[in-house]
């Protein structure tokens, strides 16, 4: 007997509210206005610089927030201290699943197998399965694939796990530079873009879906 299909998604910023750069503002706004950093650079040259980090050789991410976290904070002149990481990690361990996630998935799991593969650690991530409450037939963390996405060998790693052959797949995600622009390639079955925050898409990495959460995901799937 052949596996049901499975949808596949992308957990931070898709499934749960992960939002680093809202929980980081709070720990170091008042030495950025003491210097006179603008707090939107600051937070974007933030991201760049964790995108750098997970596409290097595999680091846990937590070690990759901090340094990321740290070094940001030296290219702008202010002082680094160790409670700012542990306040962050605090923050992001209680991230919450988005309202409508829950009730998405009971319906997807009707008819479709349902996993995960996120850029994360295999201890972090277990907070934030208990916030989104409905259990995954699959779970592949970049500890477990020593590589994060968008690097082939996280989905390679997602692929090598799940029975269903990837005409089988249909992969969700908010994260473009993450997950959209590297499936392309992948002979995934489907794409669907969770685009929650209206950004603009591209013709070049159709075809994809685009639906603004996953409330979406079930009539899109003919659920």
């Not at 503002?25 to 206005?33: E, F, G, K, S």
């Not at 079930?218 to 659920?223: D, E, R, S, Y």
Request: net charge negative.
């Amino acid at each position: 007997m052949s596996p049901r299909p499975v949808v596949t998604f992308d957990c931070y910023r898709t499934l749960v509210d992960f939002d680093l750069n809202r929980e980081t503002l709070p720990i170091v706004r008042d030495r950025l206005d003491e210097v006179g950093v603008d707090h939107e650079v600051f937070l974007d040259n933030l991201r760049v610089m964790r995108f750098q980090g997970v596409v290097q050789p595999y680091r846990r991410y937590r070690d990759i927030l901090r340094d990321s976290l740290e070094n940001c904070m030296l290219l702008h002149g202010i002082e680094y201290r160790d409670e700012d990481y542990d306040r962050l990690i605090a923050a992001a361990e209680k991230f919450p699943a988005f309202p409508e996630v829950p009730d998405a998935l009971r319906t997807l799991k009707k008819h479709y197998d349902i996993a995960i593969l996120t850029n994360s650690d295999d201890d972090l991530i277990p907070h934030h399965l208990e916030a989104i409450g409905v259990p995954f037939d699959h779970v592949v963390t970049a500890e477990q694939a020593r590589a994060y996405k968008p690097r082939r060998q996280a989905f390679e790693k997602l692929f090598s796990v799940l029975p269903q052959t990837r005409d089988q797949i249909t992969h969700v995600a908010q994260g473009w530079d993450y997950d959209i622009m590297p499936t392309k390639a992948l002979g995934i079955h489907r794409r669907v873009w969770v685009n929650r925050y209206g950004f603009k898409g591209s013709d070049h990495y159709q075809p994809y879906d685009e639906i603004r959460d996953l409330s979406e995901l079930p009539p899109l799937l003919g659920l």
